[in-house]
Structures are given as structure tokens and as C-alpha cells.
């Protein structure tokens, strides 16, 4: 395929991706939550840091259209710039799982045999295990901060993407073209990534963005439970942790927001993969 | 693992002498090596160590926990089983239509919302301002089963939700590829009603693929323990993990994380057996 018949394709997919009503609703969602983790911290109201014990937990009104939190934080702010830290971690954790994923997949599908067995029992062994508690176990060996969230998801996640991968790899294997290049005796590198990877691509697009949902879904579960982002972050899995004792008194405002945001962004990124998923399936 | 067991016990102000001490009283100073050949030794006999939190044997505190455990998630297989067939079934039976749409979109948002955010609304909606159910899992000694039932239902809807989009889903895909198959156009034909073509031909081979999608759902339904008994004060085999965890307690973390593991290769292997049960396509060898 050429380029520009290429280029053509890209832009038909992109029209009728456009014309998926779910699609548009999850592109907007999350573009809005990518604007405030960019320019959040210049537009808000208030310091999303700065302490006002007098002003502590008051409920939603003209001044803190989301009520202030126990130190007296503007809620509002808070939710807006907590879009953030997980808007860094979990794409850059995506991203290195990808990669891992892929380089795995690929050496994978195209050796076969024994390294292959031998590397699909170690994806068995990790996916045996749910990935809160991988990530539970290896944050208290080596200790929490936004690195060892985000290595730790892409070595939790890159098993998924390999196995995925790895099936793709199987089907182009047998195709004309690698055993010609395996004929020019072209290196394994090449046959690897120049030859066959751009043959996989879409399917590994799409595991990108599902993992992209997950990962968020991981980092603001870990942040709950005090292992993810660290505070003083205004993270909203982390705002959540540390004022969901409250709610038992009335004071649902400050969590409910913050909920609202992480339930919005990972149902947009969803919409999103759902729609490049059955584009692929049309 | 890293980490100084004694020290991590008796904190960043003990005197070194008597963390020495405690190290060597635990075994704690010995090579990597030894401890694991000890440990492992014992956890085939059934010894599973001591906790160094607690100064006591780890199992009786892992088979509370997974008892506990084991009602919280039955709760909620037993109401998102049926909830999540009937939800596919009636998707592909209005495939394409308004129906089919809305039920995929609510699926698929119900189950990629983390458990601790539907939680925590739920806790609001149901705890404090309606006070149907109580905000906390635990509940007295001696309670009777309708008690402890009526205190699970909330902690296990969070789990029902996650698990919905995926068991409706697989349900709605083998429903529509029963739908399309040759024998239900058979069925049709010879003249059977429509009632009883879905009923007799089409479920039975629908359901199959539902059934293993269940079983590789528990290990995911354990990870979502973790935070739901957290959330509730409920204790289980996630929050057990989660305080062994924070407490630097190895002996309690490494008895929960194996028994996990474990689990996750019973739960395979039934679902396996269950599957050749009814479907004798598969069934293996020696019968005939």
C-alpha cells in the first residue's frame, strides 16, 4: 500500500469514527480532562494547595462552587488540577507497557518454540494474579513515587499486550513477504520491527487505548488505597482516600466530584477504544 | 523482599541491639535463600509461619478471611450471573436496535468505573441518605445469615457492576452467533415457535462461552476485594493483604498472595471441567 492510498484510508476511518455519536461524547471527555491537567493550575479560582482552616468543609456555593475540603481547600480547583498527576502516570505507564508488550509479542509469535513457552508461562504466571495485588506487592518492595506506579503498570500490563501481539504475529507469519525478507537474509530486527510490526499495528493500537482505560482505572484505585500518587497532590483517587471518613457526617461534596471526574475520563477513553474497536470489526 | 523486618516492626527509633535481637529471634537475619527453602517446606505441610504482626500462626487468620471472602463475592456472583445473561440475552435479541445500544453503553460504563467511586456514591445514596443498608460490612458476633446477607448486598454491588458489562457482553456475542447458526435456522424452519427455538436450541450453545468468561473473572473480582473491603471495614482476604502489606507482615502477605494464586487455579480448573460437562464436543477421551 502507498502512501497517499494510506493517508486516504486514515481519513475514512477518521469520518466515520466521527459519525459514532459514543465516539464524539468520549473524544470530547477526554480532551476537556487533557486541557485541564495542561492549563488547569492558571484557570482555576483558587491555589488547589493553599490551606483555609476558617473556611473548612463548607458545602457548595457562589464562592467554592464545589464546597471546600477539611483544610479548607477549594474543591473545585482541586478536581480541576487533579486531572494532572494520573493524566501523566498512566499515559506514560500505557506507553511503556506497549512497548514492552510489543517487543515480547513479537519475539514471541516469530521464534516460537521453546522461547516462546518458556515467555508465555511467564505471562500465565503474572496474569495469575490480579494486577491491585501485583502492584501491591512490588509498591511495598520497592517503595511508592509516580516512577514506581508507572513502572510497575507497564510490567503488569505488557503480558496482556504480548498475548495480543503474539496472535497477530502468528497470522502474519506464514505471509509471502517474511519469507522473502528471511530469504534477502535480512536481520531479525529488521524482519521484526520494519517488516512485520507495521502489519500489526492496528490491533496493537487498540489494546493500547483499552490498557490506557485500565491503567487510569489502576492508578486512581492504588492512589485509594495509598500506594499510587502521593499526597499533597490534589489527585482525586487520593482526595477520595482522605475524605471519604467524612461522609458518614454529610459531606458529600468533597468526594462526589472527584468521583465523578475518574468515572467521566475512564468512560471517555472507553467510548473512545469501543468506537476504533468496531471500526476494525466493520 | 526489601525492607527491615525488625525494624520495620518496631520503628525508626528502636535501638538497634533490639532490632538485631528481634531480627535473629524471627529469623529474619538469615540468607534470602534459606528463609524461602524454610518457608516454602512449611507451606506444603500446611505451616504457613508466623505473623509478625500479630505473633501468631497465619492460618487461622487466612481461612477467617477467606471465608469472609467467599460470602462477599458469592453475594455477588449470584446476583450478577443471572443479571448479566439475561442483560446480553436481550441485547442480541434486539440486536442493533435502541435497546442492544443503550445496554452495550451502561455495560461498558458500569464496568470500567473503578469499585471504590461506585462505592463511595452508593455508600452516600443507600447508607446516609436513605439509610436502607448499613455503610459497614462487619457485622455482630452471632449475627445470623439473613443479617449478614442484608450487610454484604451493598459492598457486593460495586463487584455486580465491574462484572456486568463483561458477562453480558460474552452472553450477547453467543447468543448472536447461536442466533446465526445453521441449526436455529432449522429450528425455525421445521416450525418450532420462537420461544421454543431460543429456549431449546439457541441458550444451551449461547451460554458456553459465558461460563469460562466467569471463571477468568474471579481473579479480577479478587482484585476488586482488595478495595471493597477497605471501603466497607469488611474482613477479607483483600484487606488482610492490604494491612500484611502496609505492616511489612511477609509471612501474612506471602500465605494471602499464594492462596490467590491458588485459587485462581482451582477456579480454572472447575470451570474447565464444567465446560466439558456441557459440552460434550469436548469432551475427553475414554467414554465411548
Known amino acids: ?282 | 523482599m526489601p525492607g527491615n523486618v525488625g525494624r520495620a516492626m518496631l520503628g525508626p527509633f528502636a535501638d538497634q541491639a533490639a532490632v538485631d535481637v528481634l531480627n535473629h529471634e524471627m529469623g529474619t537475619d538469615r540468607p534470602v535463600l534459606v528463609q524461602y527453602a524454610d518457608w516454602i517446606s512449611g507451606f506444603v505441610t500446611g505451616d504457613m509461619g508466623m505473623s509478625y504482626a500479630y505473633r501468631s500462626p497465619v492460618a487461622p487468620f487466612l481461612g477467617t478471611a477467606l471465608l469472609n471472602s467467599a460470602k462477599l463475592a458469592a453475594v455477588a456472583f449470584v446476583l450478577v450471573v443471572p443479571l448479566g445473561i439475561f442483560g446480553g440475552v436481550i441485547a442480541a435479541l434486539y440486536r442493533g436496535r435502541p435497546t442492544d445500544r443503550i445496554l452495550s453503553v451502561v455495560g461498558l460504563s458500569a464496568t470500567v468505573v473503578p469499585e471504590f467511586v461506585s462505592g463511595i456514591l452508593l455508600i452516600l445514596i443507600f447508607g446516609v441518605w436513605l439509610r436502607w443498608f448499613p455503610i459497614s460490612a462487619t457485622w455482630a458476633d452471632g449475627a445470623g445469615p439473613l443479617t449478614q446477607l442484608y450487610h454484604l448486598i451493598l459492598p457486593a454491588i460495586p463487584l455486580v457492576l465491574i462484572l456486568f458489562g463483561y458477562i453480558a457482553r460474552m452472553a450477547r456475542a453467543g447468543m448472536i452467533e447461536a442466533l446465526d447458526a445453521d441449526y436455529t435456522r432449522t429450528a425455525v424452519l421445521k416450525g418450532l415457535s420462537y420461544p421454543q427455538v431460543i429456549w431449546r436450541h439457541v441458550l444451551r450453545n449461547a451460554l458456553l462461552p459465558t461460563i469460562s468468561v466467569i471463571a477468568t473473572q474471579t481473579v479480577y473480582l479478587i482484585g476488586g476485594l482488595v478495595v471493597i473491603e477497605i471501603l466497607f471495614h469488611y474482613q477479607g482476604i483483600g484487606s488482610l493483604i492490604y494491612t500484611a502489606a502496609k505492616k511489612k507482615d511477609f509471612p501474612m502477605l506471602q500465605a494471602g498472595v499464594m492462596s490467590i494464586g491458588a485459587l485462581f487455579a482451582l477456579t480454572t480448573l472447575l470451570a474447565d471441567l464444567l465446560y466439558a460437562r456441557l459440552n460434550p464436543r469436548i469432551r475427553f477421551g475414554g467414554q465411548e
Open chain 1, 1 to 282: 500500500m502507498n502512501t497517499q492510498t494510506a493517508a486516504a484510508g486514515w481519513r475514512g476511518d477518521l469520518r466515520r469514527l466521527s459519525r459514532s455519536a459514543s465516539f464524539d461524547i468520549g473524544v470530547v471527555i477526554v480532551l476537556f480532562w487533557v486541557a485541564c491537567a495542561l492549563f488547569g493550575p492558571h484557570l482555576v479560582p483558587y491555589d488547589p494547595f493553599a490551606d483555609d482552616l476558617l473556611n473548612s468543609l463548607m458545602p457548595p456555593s457562589f464562592a467554592h462552587w464545589f464546597g471546600t475540603d477539611q483544610l479548607g481547600r477549594d474543591v473545585f480547583s482541586r478536581v480541576i488540577v487533579g486531572a494532572r498527576d494520573i493524566l501523566t502516570v498512566a499515559p506514560i505507564a500505557t506507553v511503556l507497557s506497549t512497548i514492552l508488550g510489543t517487543a515480547l509479542g513479537l519475539t514471541m509469535g516469530y521464534f516460537g518454540g521453546v522461547i516462546d513457552e518458556a515467555l508465555s508461562r511467564i505471562v500465565d504466571a503474572v496474569l495469575a494474579l490480579p494486577t491491585v495485588i501485583v502492584a501491591l506487592l512490588a509498591l511495598t518492595a520497592l517503595g511508592t513515587s509516580n516512577i514506581t506506579v508507572m513502572v510497575v503498570i507497564a510490567f503488569s500490563f505488557a503480558p496482556v499486550i504480548a498475548r495480543t501481539v503474539r496472535s497477530a504475529v502468528l497470522a502474519e507469519r506464514g505471509f509471502d513477504y517474511v519469507a522473502a525478507a528471511e530469504l534477502r537474509r535480512e536481520n531479525t530486527f529488521y524482519i521484526l520491527f520494519i517488516e512485520i510490526l507495521p502489519n500489526v499495528l492496528p490491533p496493537i493500537l487498540v489494546e493500547a487505548t483499552v490498557r490506557l482505560g485500565y491503567a487510569i482505572f489502576t492508578v486512581a484505585t492504588l492512589s485509594f488505597i495509598g500506594f499510587g500518587i502521593q499526597p499533597p497532590s490534589p489527585d482525586w483517587g487520593l482526595s477520595i482516600s482522605s475524605n471519604y471518613g467524612l461522609i458518614g457526617g454529610g459531606f458529600w461534596w468533597t468526594v462526589v466530584f472527584d468521583g465523578a471526574a475518574i468515572a467521566s475520563l475512564i468512560i471517555g477513553i472507553n467510548l473512545i477504544a469501543d468506537g476504533i474497536e468496531g471500526l476494525r470489526h466493520d
